[in-house]
């Protein structure tokens, strides 16, 4: 397997800084809950939650596709935030954004607990296949080619999150 940089370390610090300000700004005087999802987006969300100014609640939420219904949108819990999402202002972080069901069904579930407010925060989002999808998502990091795409939390059968870069697989 051929590994290939593609976003360096550095511009993922730049742009990191950019959403947190901007997420500070929005969320000023609210009460904040940041949902990372599990796993890939653990690296993501920490760099991100240490420079929001805005005090907030930090909670984790873990789903997976259901074999064989995926096309239906259908997903598994593995974790439910234990925090009461009730009235809250829920920010989902997500390392990527591919075919958007993933964050359809996590918006859904959010909305089922009577948040008062859910935004997404994603690191990547593959443009190009969210063409079908209302695109709606709040704070995008990088839109990026269909590319497979590992590190800073992205994997491939469990390897690579570690690295501080993402890089293209082949
Ligand atoms: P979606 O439901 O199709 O939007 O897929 C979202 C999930 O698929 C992400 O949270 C990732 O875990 C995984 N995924 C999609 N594309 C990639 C990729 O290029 N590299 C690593 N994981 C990916
Ligand atoms: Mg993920």
């Known amino acids: 397997m051929n590994l290939k940089k593609y976003i360096s370390e550095k511009k993922i610090k730049a742009r990191v800084k950019k ?3 901007k997420i500070s700004e929005d ?3 609210k009460d904040l809950v940041i949902l990372g999802v599990l796993n890939g987006a653990v690296i993501f969300c920490s760099d991100l939650c240490r420079q929001i100014s805005v005090n907030h609640h930090l909670d984790f939420i873990k789903v997976s596709s259901y074999k064989g219904l995926k096309s239906s949108g259908t997903l598994e819990f593995h974790l439910l935030p ?3 999402l009730k009235n809250k202002h829920v920010l ?3 390392d990527i954004i591919d075919t958007g ?5 996590l918006k859904k579930y959010v909305k089922s607990q009577k948040a008062a407010t859910v935004r997404v925060c994603s ?3 593959k443009k190009e296949k969210l063409a079908h999808v ?3 998502f709040d704070y995008i990091g990088f839109e990026i080619d269909d590319h497979f795409v590992v590190g800073y939390g992205l994997d491939y059968n469990g390897s ?10 082949k």
């Open 92 to 94: 989902i972080v997500e």
């Open 19 to 21: 959403l947190t300000q």
């Open 123 to 125: 690191l990547l989002v």
């Open 160 to 169: 690579y999150r570690h690295l501080p870069y993402i890089g293209i697989l």
């Open 82 to 84: 234990k925090v009461d």
């Open 101 to 105: 069901l993933t964050i359809k069904f």
């Open 134 to 136: 209302k695109n709606d």
């Open 27 to 29: 969320y000023k005087s």
